[in-house]
């Protein structure tokens, strides 16, 4: 089957036009029934967004990255997280202070000829009316900017006769915003956007040409989506980081962690309206590998400990740091960065004795860290790179990744990952799971088919081997061919666990499932199950249903206090109740397993792999 991934979206003038006639267009040439063509659109959802009804099969997956990523994050660390950051930093702004600050830096240096047309723009519509002809163009410009700034989400779609219902509650609240943070008393500029925007001002009997607050309006949106990226992903992802899995594309640092009743609702709505969008888990803009995300998910469960550790770092390196302008250098916030970045990234295989090892991976943390201070604007940039505090940053990085002698700060981390290695690989196997098992298309990245640490491109985008792909696939396959599977081959499936091979044999069984079962992933209902017990909160049931057929995923969350020397969890009395009247197999294991009416103890589902998929039929 062929389709259309379709990058920056909001982008374009009239999205909703494009996709029109993108899907008329492209079903004709491909023979296909008109509406049929695959298309999937990258488009930001905010959390309380939802897809336009677009001719699409659905986004390209960040929402659904944000969501999964979410189930990890746990709820309760989000206080002494946060304390902990702020104690090592100093730094006490809210996410919403330092994104309102990073929209305006993009709207004053780096779109700001951009937003100065639109100021001109809206200020010759102005004149054209003597109700709005005294403002001027400095004040349209500085209102702009507000209303801009104050935007929620990336932007609106108002292309026809009026704004629809969640277009208007947008700019209302953007508008809303706007006034608060205006510092005259006149705020009538804004009723003039506002009617701009929402076209009231293109109602018959205004006085205003139609045409022409429409094309206004319609540009503006144009403008806000670019400065919503710049400023949030490119900016103050940067600077407020408090917890690093968070700041994803798509991501919304304010939201921390995700309830599984949450994930179950955005999971049926996306069965009953996106069953055919992508599920991403990694992509070329992400901004960490997913593996590695899955890993800094972790210090959610142990902030406490996490901020202990970085007060020990800190003083471990306090003789590498420079100093700048009678300031030490790098500043608390990017060394804040720094731990984690390295915390997350650091290869399974990497000992703090191989100095050659290490040396390459400080150059790897070098790029990003380098991307990251000019992504962060604050001490320098990409349009005006400060190669002095790069340079300090760069001795920073390399002296505390210096294997060539005993490195105190190395040996910690690398025990430290070490702590967290099992914890952070069985919440990747689960991420993979619902990925591979929920409603929608999932989506592997290059080289995601094994653990995937990278840091921000250009690091992702590194050549793949898929020489021990193919190698570890065809050992698969010979060792796992024959069903069903003994415990003894998933003992050794687990023994050998970092080199990836447990993320691989998920995938590959997974994906022959549900190539054997097209339309119940296709099409199939979306069903919480119940769980029960101790731990009833640290997993996820769900089972996908259609035609007869059924599939249960099992993943489990927020395990590392359940975690026994041995790697295994002790699940305690906690059960899944599965859909009844079926006979249930093992779809991983190749095993059957009867009719289970009675709540399953999830011991015996996990006993022999961190995760289970199973297959049911009447």
């Not at 995937?452 to 985008?461: I, L």
Request: proline fraction near 5%.
């Amino acid at each position: 089957m062929h389709g259309l991934r379709i990058d920056h979206i909001d982008g374009l003038f009239d999205p909703a036009g494009y996709c029109e006639r993108l899907q008329r267009e492209a079903a004709a040439a491909a023979g296909l029934p008109a509406g049929s063509f695959y298309i999937a659109v990258e488009k930001i959802l905010a959390p309380y967004e939802a897809l336009r009804d677009w001719p699409v099969a659905g986004t390209t997956g960040y929402d659904f990255i944000r969501e999964v990523g979410g189930l990890f994050i746990d709820a309760d660390g989000e206080r002494p997280l946060l304390r902990a950051y702020r104690r090592f930093t100093g730094r006490a702004e809210s996410f919403d202070a330092v994104l309102y600050a990073g929209k305006r830096r993009v709207t004053d240096v780096n779109l700001s000829s951009e937003a100065n047309v639109l100021a001109q723009e809206f200020h010759a519509l102005s004149r054209s009316h003597w109700r709005s002809r005294d403002f001027t163009l400095h004040g349209m410009r500085g209102a702009l900017d507000e209303v801009i700034a104050a935007f929620p989400v990336y932007r609106t779609y108002v292309s026809g006769t009026a704004a629809a219902g969640e277009d208007r509650r947008y700019i209302d609240w953007a508008v809303a915003q706007a006034k608060k943070r205006w510092p005259g008393a006149d705020t009538s500029i804004f009723d003039f956007i506002h009617g701009v925007l929402t076209l009231d001002l293109a109602q018959r009997g205004s006085g205003y040409i139609r045409a022409a607050v429409l094309e206004l309006a319609m540009k503006f949106q144009q403008v806000t989506g670019p400065v919503m990226a710049k400023g949030a992903e490119d900016t103050a992802f940067y600077r407020y980081i408090p917890l690093l899995a968070m700041n994803e594309v798509g991501g919304d640092p304010r939201r921390f962690g995700l309830s599984t009743a949450a994930f179950h609702r955005v999971a049926e709505n996306r069965a009953k309206r996106w069953p055919l969008g992508m599920l991403a888990s990694s992509t070329h803009d992400t901004k960490r590998g997913e593996d590695a995300r899955a890993r800094l998910a972790l210090l959610s469960e142990l902030p406490r400990d996490w901020g202990r550790r970085v007060a020990l770092w800190a003083r471990l390196n306090r003789l590498r740091r420079g100093e700048m302008d009678g300031v030490p250098a790098p500043d608390r916030n990017d060394e804040y960065f720094f731990y984690q970045t390295v915390a997350g990234a650091w290869p399974l295989d990497l000992r703090p004795d191989d100095a050659p090892a290490l040396a390459a991976f400080a150059e790897r943390v070098q790029a990003t860290m380098t991307k990251a201070v000019r992504e962060a604007k604050e001490h320098s940039s990409w349009s005006n790179p400060n190669a002095e505090y790069e340079a300090v940053l760069g001795r920073f990085v390399a002296g505390a990744l210096d294997g060539s002698r005993p490195n105190p700060f190395v040996q910690d981390m690398h025990g430290f990952v070490e702590s967290l290695a099992r914890a952070g690989a069985i919440n990747s196997l689960a991420q993979t799971l619902i990925k591979l098992a929920a409603p929608g298309v999932p989506d592997t990245y290059q080289g995601g088919e094994l653990w995937d640490f990278s840091m921000v491109d250009p690091d992702n985008r590194r050549p793949v081997d898929w020489t021990v792909r193919r190698r570890l696939l065809e050992e698969l396959r010979e060792r796992f061919g024959d069903e069903p599977i003994d415990r003894q081959a998933f003992a050794e499936l687990a023994a050998h666990w970092r080199d990836g091979r447990e993320k691989l044999f998920l995938t590959w069984r997974a994906l022959a499932f549900r190539r054997a079962q097209p339309a119940l992933f296709a099409g199939g209902a979306y069903v919480p199950l119940q769980t029960g017990g101790r731990h009833a909160d640290r997993l996820l049931a769900f089972a996908r249903v259609a035609n007869g057929h059924a599939a249960v995923a099992v993943a489990p969350r927020l395990v590392t206090s359940l975690l026994r020397n041995g790697g295994t969890i002790d699940w305690a009395d906690t059960t899944v109740t599965l859909p009844t009247g079926r006979g249930w197999r093992d779809a991983l294991a190749g095993r059957d397993l009867g009719a289970r009416d009675e709540p399953v103890a999830v011991a015996e589902l996990l006993a022999d792999f961190p995760v289970a998929l199973l297959a049911g039929g009447r």
